[in-house]
């Protein structure tokens, strides 16, 4: 079973030490999933801040409140960010410009946020919009989520004009401590992880959480892309590269140790979410917006649905890799029937 040294995250404008020279926070999301874990790690006289929160007035506050308080004492020389996410990205700008420091981060993740903010919002709006209908939405259902299920993407300040690039296998010093870089999918793209072997640490960001999965979503970009299996197979990697016994300390949620347990854990979840959709489609042909509800039972609002959507065509992508579907087109929409 995981175990969890810190049985409460630390409260609005307040820190927790969870190892020598590391500080946890919490950053509030104006979400269901309503805050986005901070760490700071001591770097001589200064200090590495590891993910930033979103371009929001009540996380910009939040962070007045923890540097006005607990963290006065802290310079902040450098910014790792570990994923093109804004709950992650969001304020890297913003405090990279107040504290003067160097943001690190994959090359993917920069340059993802960057098309984002400069991509054309109407041409945007109408693939998204295309997209969503192909597979079974509704116009009405496309119009509201494509428009309200990606607003949270702008919520990012203007990034640094530089950056300094990470990739897998890299070694970075904070302080005493090395750490070595280990990139993981299915998430987001090139997602940055930090693992220190000599104190068992892990800056495991969203690959790997306490309670929940993390969204694994098929890019309208890329229909037909497979994150889930590049999630599956990150977390395989996990298991089979770091020990058992190191400290978690994931993007959401609460630090906490076993992580191959948590590792089946959601191998598992994904399987039986592909269960489902096999015994749907052995019985008829479904689209995408016929499976949403199979996987996801509760209430959807036009942020939600905008993941849940994405996601089941994650699970049905793995499953057409798998040769155990096949799709179905038609002039009006994609549909899914087993092999």
Request: net charge negative; glycine share 8%; proline share 6%.
């Amino acid at each position: 079973m995981p175990q969890f040294p810190f049985h409460s995250p630390p409260v609005a404008g307040q820190v927790i030490s969870v190892a020598p020279g590391v500080l946890w926070a919490r950053i509030p999301l104006p979400y269901r999933l309503d805050h986005v874990n901070v760490y700071l790690v001591q770097d001589g006289d200064s200090w590495t801040l590891i993910d930033t929160g979103i371009n929001t007035d009540e996380a910009k506050a939040a962070w007045q409140a923890l540097l006005g308080g607990p963290l006065s004492h802290v310079s902040i020389s450098r910014v790792v960010v570990t994923h093109h996410h804004p709950d992650h990205i969001g304020l890297a700008g913003w405090l990279c410009g107040k504290f003067g420091a160097e943001m690190l981060t994959s090359q993917t993740a920069y340059m993802t946020s960057r098309v984002i903010s400069l991509a054309p919002h109407e041409t945007g709006l109408r693939h998204y919009f295309d997209f969503y209908v192909n597979h079974g939405m509704s116009e009405e259902g496309a119009g509201l989520v494509a428009i309200h299920g990606s607003e949270y993407l702008m919520l990012v300040a203007e990034l640094p004009p530089t950056f300094l690039r990470l990739v897998l296998a890299d070694k970075i010093t904070i302080g005493r401590r090395e750490f070595r870089v280990i990139t993981a999918d299915g998430h987001a793209p090139e997602q940055i992880l930090l693992y220190c072997e000599q104190d068992r640490l892990l800056f495991a960001a969203d690959q790997i959480i306490e309670k929940i999965s993390p969204n694994v979503s098929v890019f309208a970009g890329e229909p037909n892309g497979d994150p889930l299996g590049h999630f599956l197979r990150t977390l395989r990697f996990m298991r089979q590269e770091l020990p058992d016994d190191v400290l978690v300390l994931s993007g959401h949620g609460r630090p906490f140790y076993g992580l191959h347990e948590r590792c089946l854990e959601l191998e598992a979840h994904h399987e039986g979410r592909c269960q489902r959709i096999r015994e749907a489609c052995a019985k008829a042909p479904h689209s995408v917006a016929d499976l949403v509800p199979i996987l996801f039972t509760r209430k959807l609002d036009a942020h939600q649905m905008s993941f849940a959507f994405t996601e089941t065509l994650a699970h049905i992508n793995r499953l057409v890799r798998r040769s155990e579907l096949a799709a179905v087109r038609t002039a009006e929409k994609v549909r899914y029937v087993t092999t």
